[in-house]
């Protein structure tokens, strides 16, 4: 039960609690709302294993992943309206998430002896995709398509990961930096309107 075990559960809830809040402003049902929160909360991670061709995904061989992404929705529903008094509360538990899956990809991409830019390219999938497959489901344009300063935040922070790795710095610290440093991006990109350039 070390960091990486408790990154991996608080992105899984907090991932499922911006999904699913995503799902109440749509108008679903319970079940929508559950469905969006899951698939927010594991999509990346299984494509992440996919992708490294680890079979079957770490989701169908540990039900807990589902459990906390269930709970995470059902919370959201249960507490909708306390949540959205939260000013970005999506926002917030988005950047959460963010921070948490950039590591975790990072390191189980490295773990199977694939390149650094890969490693980046992973963690990066491992922290978008889920939220790329809410926003399809919902109806809109995948967030990190459109959205402030979103996937440069995740690669910047698996390039901190990979820096820090190759200093030898403990792991707990690399994990603990890089999370925070993808979360601190991502709030900063949100309240100053950081965004990358556009066709005019």
Not at 60 to 76: E, K, M
Not at 78 to 97: H, N
Request: proline content about 3%.
């Amino acid at each position: 039960m070390g960091l990486l075990f408790f990154l991996d559960m608080a992105g899984t809830f907090f991932f499922a609690v911006s999904g699913a809040m995503v799902g109440v402003k749509k108008n679903m049902d319970l079940f929508g709302i559950i469905v969006l929160g899951t698939v927010t909360a594991i999509g990346g991670g299984t494509l992440r294993e996919v992708l490294i061709g680890q079979f079957p995904p770490f989701v169908f061989r540990q039900d807990l992943y589902f459990y906390v992404a269930i709970i995470g929705s059902l919370f959201t529903y249960l507490f909708v309206e306390y949540l959205l008094r939260i000013k970005s509360i999506v926002l917030l538990a988005d950047a959460v998430g963010l921070g948490t899956f950039v590591t975790i990809g990072v390191t189980r991409a490295l773990s199977v002896d694939i390149t650094a830019t890969s490693a980046v390219i992973l963690g990066t999938i491992t922290a978008v995709a889920g939220g790329m497959i809410r926003d399809v489901l919902a109806g809109e344009i995948p967030f990190v398509l459109t959205r402030d300063f979103y996937a440069v935040s995740c690669i910047l922070g698996g390039i901190t990961y990979l820096a820090l790795n190759s200093l030898q710095a403990p792991q707990n610290v690399t994990m603990a930096v890089t999370t925070l440093l993808v979360m601190v991006l991502r709030v900063l990109a949100i309240r100053f309107g950081w965004k990358l350039p556009r066709p005019h």
